[in-house]
């Protein structure tokens, strides 16, 4: 943080007597922005969800919580709820399993082919969500490319469904987020001093312990920060679901989806956006906190 | 007349005063050095003469302009940062260029200007390169022309060698003197490193706690330091510790700590009877003997340092420990663990008060 | 560094084929020449991509995502750059909790910012135009161009910006010659990844779009959700292959490893 002191100090070094206001004009163009596109909608959207609704009418004026009983207590909202939680845990540490490791093996290749794979890696977060959802609804499905394999090399007792089933859900999220843990991983593990495992290496401790005692508790944040980005990126995740999941499996974005473009009950529709909100803020926020307590010290 | 004069210059940030009322003279062409350890508010006055930052009280006069107000760009200072600070996006010849640029000079006479400023650090060869082409030592020495190739009134270095390796350094510290004495102009080099200060200052500020310590020549400075302080941050010193047991007229009596010859010295204006002296002894103006009867204090040798040229004691004795500094002339005649006698000329001890730091 | 053992390079193997596939997938389905979808295994046919230029309506959407995103990065980029400074360079009360807000919009759900976008711009009546779908998209990329901006302002040495002013550069000359210069590679990077961002947005433009409205990936959406068809393998195909064209761009300018890890080395 010391070259940010230093920079602080020759920003003001030219600043002099304009220098108080300067920072402020600066960024009003962008505050504006937020403040017409990010606060007044969402406080809008909060609003509505207070709202009553009528099947002809739609929206009307009115202070009810009856939006939120119904997202909260609805047994149709709970499955979908447990679903969606579900399916962002299941997400979450497969992604751990494999995208970790992962990061790792990259971190112990030689230049040319780090930067190659990386970049493998993580391209597809370049590429929209339906084009590389659309990839697995190929793949999977009755005569997808998976089934038609199997079926020619002979394997298994008929075609696996995987299309229209949570598990195939688990499995495209998991191929969108991943890259979310890749990157997460390989920040912390850059910050790791090569010196501190041969250090270790010296004092007589093998490979396997040198993991175990010295690189895995570094990169522990790392794991956790990554597992909430993707936890929050699969829970609120839309067009996978719908497109892999189908109409019958319904997750909080898609039920969302449906109540104002489908049914257009809007204030119900809110109250659920708001739940998925308020959750998502909280768990990012909480854990944040915590992460930030417990591992700022050591990872200076 | 003096080129610039700095009067009681005061720097607080908040609650922390980082310069406590410096005052210092400096006449056209000295090269002056601001030498002390972090934090004693030397790189501070740097940046208040170069404008980047304003006192909380004093000022800076500069050829008799008071330079209160004045904007950085326009005092006329060429600035030698120690990251050296070069333009990345720009050839070694617009870097050196740039400031003839700033002054509208047209395109022929400031090419012109800047070939000869980098001649000056030999570098013209290497005008059309990009910064990260060059060593460390090149971009170094293009911070330097391009300081000098808008003919500053001032040369001002912030530790400008401190990123060199030792050998570069000791050949820059050279050439940065050689520069200065063609060039002419009036310098001001910011260093934690001593030696680096005594082998390129006319005179050497050496500064603690945001007060100038001592002000004097290299020599003096070395030879007669003031304080504790500045015996023990510039080169080696010894300090011995001796009390006053009377003063009569212009001569003190000193009892040194576990000896029991006392010492005649000349009684300098704070001495008190009963006080606490400090004697500080450079290496090289002690000798020892074999015989520890003969010397002016018993010691025993604790170890012997081989430096190459010269051979380092260290030597424990009830006063004090003792660094002393003997050529090498083949193997050394003392050896470790063995008694000895301590001696030296009066003349070359500097008496100090003790605890002192500031005048 | 120590190497990989065989086990480990195994993995990293089946990691890149579990990456790629779907791409690959895609790519190849999208060269079928028979109607249904097919691995092409005897002929590769280019059919499908004629096929695009006679569906008015993808070309349209086509038309539209790239607008919008050069818009949409264009105008982010301007709002960012002087934020960017603004946070970089100045120790102002509420600066920690002005990037916090800024960079909101990467932790909100984009569901949940369709549908309040949805609702504000149908109570402002201006739902379906243009300006509703620019003004949705920039506030969503606007924290990855300033990511990028904000990450190369902060690596570079300050003591330039000194330098430049002890040899006499007024403040706008410094900022002109000394502090934009260098910071285009990153405003170049960020440029490039919120159009991508912009370009590549579906949940929430699902929920803003109208049918005259419509965006690529909404378009290629809403498709799908009727029936899959070689058609929409091959309008993949060339996204796919427009994107790999601006990374080669990207990392000549400024590093396409570092625009997607950030500058850590």
Same mark, same amino acid.
């Given at each position: ?231 929050? *990126? ?7 679901? %719908?497109? $892999?999941?189908?109409?019958? #499996?319904? +997750?909080? @974005? !898609? ?5 104002? *473009? ?7 529709? %809110?109250? $659920?956006?708001?739940?998925? #909100?308020? +959750?998502? @803020? !909280? ?18 | ?359 | ?265």
């Amino acid at each position: 943080m010391l070259r940010m002191q230093r920079f602080f100090l020759s920003g003001l070094a030219m600043t002099k007597a304009k220098g108080r206001n300067a920072p402020y004009v600066l960024s009003l163009p962008a505050v504006l922005l937020f403040a017409a596109l990010l606060v007044v909608p969402l406080a809008m959207t909060v609003v509505l969800s207070f709202q009553n609704y009528d099947l002809n009418t739609g929206a009307i004026e009115g202070f009810t919580f009856g939006n939120y009983l119904d997202a909260l207590g609805d047994p149709y909202y709970h499955t979908i709820f447990l679903r969606t939680i579900s399916i962002a845990c299941a997400t979450t540490i497969l992604c751990i399993l494999i995208g970790a490791p992962e990061a790792y093996i990259l971190s112990r290749m030689q230049p040319p082919w780090r930067s190659i794979f990386l970049i493998v890696t993580l391209s597809p977060l370049l590429i929209s969500v339906v084009v590389r959802t659309l990839g697995w609804a190929l793949l999977f499905g009755r005569n997808g490319v998976i089934n038609a394999t199997l079926a020619a090399l002979g394997i298994g007792g008929g075609p696996i469904p995987l299309l229209y089933t949570t598990h195939g859900v688990v499995i495209a999220l998991v191929h969108v987020s991943v890259p979310f843990m890749v990157i997460s991983v390989w920040a912390s593990l850059q910050r790791l001093d090569p010196r501190v495992s041969k250090a270790a290496m010296s004092l007589g401790a093998s490979e396997a312990t040198v993991f175990r005692r010295i690189i895995l508790p570094q990169i522990i944040p790392g794991v956790l920060s990554g597992s909430l980005i993707v936890f929050a *990126l699969a829970a609120s995740a839309f067009a996978t679901p %719908a497109i $892999i999941g189908g109409r019958q #499996l319904k +997750v909080v @974005a !898609t039920s969302t989806y449906d109540e104002f *473009l489908g049914t257009l009950n809007w204030p119900l529709g %809110a109250a $659920i956006a708001v739940v998925l #909100l308020v +959750v998502n @803020a !909280t768990i990012m926020l909480t854990y944040n906190n915590l992460l930030e307590r417990r591992y700022a010290r050591s990872t200076r | 007349m003096s080129k610039i004069v700095i009067e009681s210059l005061v720097k607080r940030f908040g609650t922390f005063t980082a310069l406590n009322g410096i005052d210092l003279s400096i006449t056209q062409g000295e090269f002056i050095g601001l030498l002390g350890p972090s934090g004693c508010g030397k790189t501070t006055t740097l940046n208040i003469i170069a404008g980047f930052e304003e006192a909380t009280s004093g000022r800076v006069v500069l050829d008799g302009r008071d330079l209160a107000g004045v904007p950085a760009n326009k005092r006329e200072m060429g600035v030698v940062f120690q990251s050296y600070a070069l333009f990345p996006h720009m050839t070694i010849a617009e870097n050196v260029a740039f400031g003839l640029e700033m002054r509208k000079m047209p395109r022929p006479e400031r090419e012109k200007r800047a070939r000869n400023a980098l001649d000056l650090v030999r570098l013209e060869h290497l005008a059309d390169r990009y910064p990260r082409q060059l060593s460390g030592g090149q971009q170094q020495r293009v911070a330097v022309a391009r300081a000098l190739a808008i003919e500053p009134s001032m040369l001002l270095l912030d530790e400008p060698l401190s990123n060199l390796d030792a050998k570069l350094r000791e050949e820059m510290q050279v050439e940065l003197r050689a520069i200065q004495r063609r060039v002419g102009t009036t310098t001001v080099m910011v260093t934690h490193d001593q030696a680096e200060a005594l082998a390129t200052c006319d005179r050497i500020a050496v500064m603690d706690a945001g007060r100038i310590v001592q002000l004097a020549d290299p020599l003096t400075l070395y030879d007669s330091p003031n304080t504790q302080f500045a015996a023990s941050f510039v080169g080696k010193s010894s300090q011995l510790f001796s009390d006053i047991v009377s003063v009569e007229g212009g001569t003190a009596t000193l009892s040194l700590r576990g000896s029991d010859k006392p010492l005649s010295v000349a009684a300098a204006p704070w001495f008190t009877k009963g006080a606490e002296v400090v004697l500080a002894l450079r290496p090289e103006k002690i000798s020892l003997t074999a015989s520890p009867s003969e010397g002016m204090l018993r010691g025993k040798l604790i170890s012997r340092v081989f430096q190459g040229s010269s051979w380092l004691f260290v030597v424990d004795t009830p006063a004090g420990t003792i660094l002393v500094c003997e050529l090498h002339r083949g193997a050394p005649a003392f050896a470790e663990g063995q008694p000895v006698g301590v001696s030296w000329n009066a003349a070359d001890a500097a008496l100090l008060p003790v605890g002192a730091r500031h005048d | 560094m120590n190497r990989n053992g065989p086990l480990a390079l195994l993995f990293h193997a089946l990691f890149v084929v579990f990456m790629a596939a779907p791409l690959a997938v895609v790519v190849w389905m999208s060269f079928t020449p028979d109607n249904l979808l097919k691995l092409p295994t005897t002929t590769l046919s280019l059919r499908w991509f004629y096929a695009i230029l006679d569906n008015q309506q993808f070309i349209n959407a086509f038309g539209l995502s790239i607008f919008l995103g050069v818009i949409a990065a264009t105008l982010a980029i301007l709002l960012a750059v002087p934020a960017a400074l603004a946070l970089s360079r100045y120790r102002f009360s509420g600066r920690d909790g002005l990037v916090a807000f800024f960079l909101s919009p990467l932790i909100i759900p984009h569901v949940v910012l369709g549908v309040a976008f949805l609702r504000f711009f149908t109570q402002a009546g201006i739902t379906g135009s243009f300006a509703a779908l620019l003004g949705s998209h920039v506030l969503v990329i606007f924290p990855y161009g300033l990511r990028l901006v904000l990450a190369s302002l902060t690596a570079s040495d300050p003591a330039l910006e000194r330098a430049a002013v002890s040899l006499g550069a007024s403040n706008w000359t410094v900022f002109r010659r000394v502090v934009l210069p260098m910071m285009i590679p990153g405003v170049a990077g960020g440029w490039v990844i919120s159009f991508i961002q912009s370009f590549d947005e579906v949940t929430m433009t699902v929920f803003v779009a109208t049918p005259s409205s419509m965006t690529l990936p909404v378009r290629m959406y809403h498709y799908i959700e009727e029936s899959i068809d070689p058609l929409v393998a091959s309008v993949s195909t060339v996204v796919i292959f427009g994107t790999f064209l601006l990374m080669f761009l990207v990392d000549r300018i400024y590093g396409l490893d570092r625009m997607l890890v950030g500058p850590t080395k």
